[in-house]
Every structure is written in structure tokens, then in C-alpha cells.
T-cell receptor, first 109, second 114 residues
Framework: GQQVMQIPQYQHVQEGEDFTTYCNSS?????IQWYKQRPGGHPVFLIQLVKSGEVKKQKRLTFQFGEAKKNSSLHITATQTTDVGTYFC?????????FGAGTILRVKS | DSGVTQTPKHLITATGQRVTLRCSPR?????VYWYQQSLDQGLQFLIQYYNGEERAKGNILERFSAQQFPDLHSELNLSSLELGDSALYFC?????????????FGAGSRLTVL
């Protein structure tokens, strides 16, 4: 359907460990967006991926779009306490931006 | 400050009541989106307006309605409130930047129905 499935639902890592969240769709995606919501905050746009196999980096964050454009991932290298929050992927269906359920990241210092 | 203003920040009301949530988009943004975020359900798309016209509808209950006014601010009306309507309601406005339709969210309105 229109939803994107996001896994894991929750991850608790030690500071300095890596973290990855995955976003999967049963249908081909024209694009995928990623947002971050800090605890008590609002979602903030991180990036959009459009091209098959695309890889984009933002400092310690690496975003990938699958070759078949049905999945995407966000990888954080050497997590820090500032990375805590919920990471959402979202896809546009016409004018609707539909989000996955999100992955909650907690970082133990 | 994201530039998207939502009022009120917090609202406590009783079942059966009606409330109005208000959103002012960022200057120049013509699109407004409404989302509901409950503890268990992530960000649920409700409705989207563009320059005063409804453009997309999600799983918005019939008890809920929205509109966008000529000055581009938007209101979300929730009526016959139920306990399950307690949630954080986000408004977002959008602009196309470098080919991406980027949503900028407000701080949200937290509704508690008792």
C-alpha cells in the first residue's frame, strides 16, 4: 500500500557504536525523505533521495537509496548523545507525505 | 524557531467538546499540512492545503475539518472530542528547495481530552 515499513522500532546503543535504520516499501518509490524528531521536539528535514543507488553523507550520517528504489537506510557512525531522537522516513504519494512508524534511538553515555 | 507558528501549545478539554488549532505557515509557503502524532501511532497525515484549496486527504475523521484562509493561515477543527483524540497535532508548511518538497514543522499543539 502507501505505507513504508521502518525497522527497527527501537534501538538502544552505547555511545560510539554505529546505528542503522531501514525503510522498506513494497512498491517503487519516486523519492524518500528522512526527518529527525528530538524528544519533545518536532520533525526536522534531513535529506531527500531520488536516484537509484544514491548515497549521500551529512557528517556522521550516511543515507542510501536502494538500486530498486524500494528501500532506504540511514546509518550513523559513532553515535553521540546528540543523536537521540526518532528518525522517520517518508514518501510522497501525490501531495501526501506519508511517514514510516519511525525508529527511536537512545544512546547510553 | 522554524517559522511555522502553531497555537495553542497546550490545550486541555473534555470529551464532547470542540477545539480549533491554528497554524501560520512560513512566509511565502503556500502549502500547509496537518499531522496527528499519538504515542502509539507515529505521524499520521490528516490533510493538505495549497493556496486555500484542499489538495490531499488522509485518514481524517469526519469529526475533524480544516481550512486554509486567504492569508494562508490554517485551522484544524476537532469536534465531539473523544479520549482517543488526545495527541500532538503538527502543522507543517512546505517549499521546494533543490528539487525537494521540504516540510517545515511547527512546534505542535498538544491536545489532552479528559
Amino acid at each position: 500500500g502507501q505505507q513504508v515499513m521502518q525497522i527497527p522500532q527501537y534501538q538502544h546503543v552505547q555511545e560510539g557504536e554505529d546505528f542503522t535504520t531501514y525503510c522498506n516499501s513494497s512498491t517503487t518509490l519516486s523519492n524518500i525523505q528522512w526527518y529527525k524528531q528530538r524528544p519533545g521536539g518536532h520533525p526536522v528535514f534531513l535529506i531527500q533521495l531520488v536516484k537509484s543507488g544514491e548515497v549521500k553523507k551529512q557528517k556522521r550520517l550516511t543515507f542510501q537509496f536502494g538500486e530498486a528504489k524500494k528501500n532506504s537506510s540511514l546509518h550513523i557512525t559513532a553515535t553521540q548523545t546528540t543523536d537521540v531522537g526518532t528518525y522517520f522516513c517518508g514518501r510522497f504519494r501525490g501531495n501526501k507525505l506519508v511517514f514510516g512508524a519511525g525508529t527511536i534511538l537512545r544512546v547510553k553515555s | 524557531d522554524s517559522g511555522v507558528t502553531q497555537t495553542p501549545k497546550h490545550l486541555i478539554t473534555a470529551t464532547g467538546q470542540r477545539v480549533t488549532l491554528r497554524c501560520s505557515p512560513r512566509s511565502g509557503d503556500l502549502s500547509v499540512y496537518w499531522y496527528q502524532q499519538s504515542l502509539d501511532q507515529g505521524l499520521q497525515f490528516l490533510i493538505q492545503y495549497y493556496n486555500g484549496e484542499e489538495r490531499a486527504k488522509g485518514n481524517i475523521l469526519e469529526r475533524f475539518s480544516a481550512q486554509q484562509f486567504p492569508d494562508l493561515h490554517s485551522e484544524l477543527n476537532l469536534s465531539s472530542l473523544e479520549l482517543g483524540d488526545s495527541a500532538l497535532y503538527f502543522c507543517a508548511s512546505s517549499v521546494v528547495a533543490e528539487g525537494a518538497n521540504v516540510l517545515t514543522f511547527g512546534a505542535g499543539s498538544r491536545l489532552t481530552v479528559l
